[in-house]
């Protein structure tokens, strides 16, 4: 066996026997069709009803003097909400079908047939609660226009609170309190973004259980896979919070028309921008995983575990937020001033002493050694710091008055 090898691990990752390549054609038409139902038809019948016919806002039409005619049912927001959401109504009612049938294949892991899988439980609850939302923007006979342009921003504030929720009670080190898709009941509580990949592919994307499994397996194999996941949902449902927010603030702000037009294009708009970042994000991060895996570094912890405090290599994001201050100018001017001053012929040496820094850097969870106290000489002091290192302590930095004893 080669030295720093893994005893009992393969060679390669856990794969995933799913491919987005294959069905590019089916993703392309789904999305094609889910923006227009969702993005242009309601936005196109508002302008064109309210503003090219002669319809009410939303209970009949008027007649030549001014009044409603009763016989005429049709208006404005009666046909804009029956005509949205048919594309989401179907996918929701196939969702259904496919996992409460006695012979499903994409239901979760040794989960009852009347168990829902946590998207489509999260799916039913936002549903009722936009029904809630139409309903009260459209009854009145002079409709909120404002609140019915906040059906995406509530999608947006929904999904983001109850993901980033599901995080932090997981590194809070709650358990499930139930069954959430195949994490078991009192288990560790997995990141949102797992079971929201896992639901969406099994059902919707047509990989079933033998998806589901495999990703199990990838998932509780590597640490590096699990921070991934957790650092991707938070970007996620961190900007999803903070971005509805501002939407909301532009929708009461500004005209109605305006505010309409706005609320159900800048949630797309937002998520285009996510995607583009994402993918090549998400690549980099697997191709990491991949050489971490190879080189059994940062694959530690409990094995087949999902071990919160598994040490990891160094994801994307990590390397990022370490190289952030540099890229900016009056960080830079900050860390090139010394953080003490140099002492003319310190302890009867003739040469200026050596400075130490005021703080040791942060250290990268598993794969990066603490940092390194600073030293003059090879002796005892080096030999501490190392074993320290080795036994997973920061060290100790060296005061400058211990530094300038040795010199």
């Known amino acids: 066996m080669e030295e720093g090898t893994i005893s009992g691990l393969p ?79 179907f996918e929701y009612f196939y969702r259904l079908y496919h996992l409460r049938r006695k012979s499903s294949r994409a239901r979760p892991l040794n989960a009852k047939a009347s168990w829902l899988d946590f998207f489509h439980i999260n799916f039913t609850i936002v549903w009722l609660i936009l029904a809630v939302e139409l309903i009260v923007g459209t009854v009145p006979t002079e ?36 069954r959430i898709s195949s994490t078991p009941k009192g288990s560790v509580m997995p990141t949102a973004l797992y079971a929201l990949i896992e639901d969406v592919v099994a059902v919707d994307g047509g990989g079933g259980q033998m998806y589901r499994y ?54 797309f708009a937002w998520a285009g921008v996510w995607t583009l970042i994402t993918i090549p994000w998400v690549q980099s991060d697997l191709r990491r995983e991949k050489q971490a895996w190879a080189e059994n570094r940062g694959q530690g912890g409990i094995r087949y575990v999902d071990d919160i405090a598994a040490p990891t290599a160094r994801t994307r994001f990590a390397s990022v937020q370490e190289a952030l201050p540099n890229l900016l100018p009056w960080v830079r001017e900050k860390q090139a001033l010394p953080s003490a001053p140099f002492a003319e012929g310190a302890v009867g040496t003739g040469h200026k002493a050596e400075s130490v820094p005021d703080s040791t850097p ?23 710091h190392s074993k320290e290192i080795h036994d997973g302590a920061a060290p100790e930095p060296v005061s400058t008055s211990a530094v300038d004893e040795k010199n």
């Open 11 to 89: 060679s390669e990752l856990p794969p995933l026997p799913y491919s987005l390549h294959t069905r590019k054609k089916a993703i392309a038409i789904f999305w094609t069709i889910f923006v227009i139902d969702t993005l242009g038809q309601p936005v196109i019948l508002y302008w064109t009803l309210w503003y090219c016919t002669d319809l009410s806002h939303n209970l009949g039409m008027l007649d030549d003097v001014g009044q409603l005619e009763p016989e005429v049912s049709a208006a404005v927001f009666s046909i804009v909400t029956a005509c949205l959401g048919g594309v989401s109504v």
């Open 143 to 178: 409709p909120y226009v404002r609140l019915v342009a906040m059906v995406l921003p509530t999608v947006m504030f929904y999904f983001g609170f109850v993901h980033l929720t599901l995080d932090v009670l997981r590194m809070m080190g709650y358990k499930a309190p139930f």
């Open 214 to 267: 495999a990703l199990r397996t990838r998932y509780l194999s590597s640490p590096y896979f699990r921070k991934m996941l957790f650092e991707m949902n938070c970007f996620w449902s961190g900007g999803s919070i903070i971005f509805a927010a501002v939407f909301t603030a532009i929708i009461f702000t500004v005209s109605e028309p305006v505010a309409f037009t706005l609320g159900w294009t800048l949630p």
């Open 362 to 384: 942060a250290v990268s969870e598993g794969n990066s050694p603490g940092p390194a106290s600073t030293t003059l000489d090879a002796g005892d002091e080096t030999t501490r």
